[in-house]
């Protein structure tokens, strides 16, 4: 094996470590955060999702094209690409030069210019590994957010027969469904989706229906606060000011928190600066390697360590769950029973099956109690039959005397 080889290898070994802390996350306590990158490694002949820079040049030379952009505001803004590093500022300016002088986003050029670029998606589809290994995530509960304007996940997912949604931020009633779960294969698109004018926006001014509602900003920030991010192709997405309004302004102690990014390790000084200065902000940067093409068998690999994850399965009863029935008989004496009980009768369940049922209604245990109402009948009936066959040994034994 030449020198060549073993640094591939070497390198494509050391991608394969995985953080503890991650891969022993349960797939509902994440939330992925989809990039670029996911764009370009499943797509990667279309040259507009390899990059924010590479999306803006696209849109550009479409505008030129469609001739929806004057020759010298097109010039002005390759150049602008070419220098400025802040390039959401510069794609702000762009949407804006192509949308009606009364500042709204609707109707505009810029759309048309997207859907020039992200023509048949469908048809791009090289490489859908990544996009398996979120669909696996997103079965066992991981929630999903996007920068990008494309569909692609959910243009796969539709092809795996997964009910799959697009969402934006403009739907409040969709957002907070999301967010509290009960979409499980829905896509939240911060900036909008390019298939929808109405609801593509690159700054927070865009989203002041949003951004001033305390009940969708407690509930997004909250996820910032109880969730763990994980960062996937992802660049610039701490920039981002439409992130930065949802979720990082008003999410006090970041430090306190634990989020994670997968990065690109282009060189050894880049990626030790970036770790130490994104963990002020809660995140532990992780390298999937040192080539990009290593990323689609991390993501792979990653998802299917974290899939594993079960949750905890119960014990069957032993010395301390009969140590726990007999804190709850002395409660229940303690304690009125309500009349109509909010779970189902466990009474004549025994051993194994008492135990499971027992785990299933633990959502609905009373917080005076340690294992709910249902059980609190049972320990009542058992003192119950326990007061009557005492009763009938003291009538017995009187009656005894008597004789």
């Known amino acids: 094996m030449d020198s060549a080889e073993k640094t591939t290898n070497g390198s494509e070994q050391k991608s394969r470590k995985f953080l503890k802390s991650l891969i022993r996350k349960q797939p509902q306590e ?6 670029t990158g996911v764009s370009a490694a499943v797509a990667p002949g279309i040259p507009a999702l390899c990059s924010w820079r590479s999306c803006i040049e696209a849109v550009i030379e479409a505008a030129e094209q469609l001739e929806v952009l004057h020759p010298g505001d097109v010039a002005e803004f390759r150049r602008k690409v070419t220098k400025d590093r802040d390039l959401l500022v510069v794609a702000h300016d762009l949407i804006r030069k192509m949308s009606p002088r009364t500042g709204d986003t609707k109707p505009n050029f810029f759309q048309d210019c997207l859907m020039d670029i992200f023509d048949n998606l469908e048809q791009h589809i090289q490489n859908p590994l990544v996009l398996q290994s979120i669909l696996s995530l997103m079965e066992r ?13 959910e243009i796969f997912g539709q092809q795996q027969s997964k009910p799959m949604e697009s969402l934006d931020l403009k739907d409040k009633t969709k957002v ?14 911060i900036h909008g989706l390019y298939t929808d004018p109405c609801g593509m926006v690159l700054d927070p001014s865009g989203y002041k229906d949003v951004t001033q509602d305390p009940e969708v900003m407690e509930v997004l920030q909250n996820l910032y606060r109880t969730k763990s991010f994980l960062f996937v192709g992802c660049g610039e997405t701490l920039r981002d000011q439409i992130f930065q309004a949802l979720f990082l302004y008003s999410v006090p102690n970041k430090v306190d928190l634990e989020h994670y990014m997968l990065v690109l390790k282009e060189s050894e000084d880049h990626f030790f600066k970036q770790q130490a200065d994104m963990l002020l902000h809660g995140i532990k940067v992780v390298s999937y390697g040192d080539r990009f093409a290593y990323f689609p068998g991390y993501m792979q690999e990653l998802a299917a360590q974290i899939c594993r994850q079960r949750s905890p399965v119960p014990r069957g009863p032993g010395p301390s769950v009969s140590l726990q029935l007999g804190l709850l008989e002395r409660a229940a004496e303690r304690r009125p029973v309500p009349t109509e009980a909010p779970c189902p009768d466990l009474g004549s369940c025994q051993g194994a099956e008492r135990a499971l049922g027992l785990v299933f209604y633990a959502d609905q245990v009373d917080s005076t109690t340690l294992l709910g109402n249902a059980c609190q009948d049972c320990a009542k009936r058992k003192l ?20």
């Open 30 to 35: 994440l939330l992925l955060v989809i990039g």
């Open 141 to 153: 509960g991981t929630l999903v957010l996007t920068t990008n304007y494309d569909n692609l996940l």
């Open 176 to 189: 907070l469904q999301w967010a509290r779960g009960h979409i499980r294969y829905g896509v939240l698109h």
């Open 384 to 403: 119950e039959e326990n007061g009557i066959e005492g009763a009938k040994k003291l009538r017995e034994s009187d009656d005894a005397g008597g004789s």
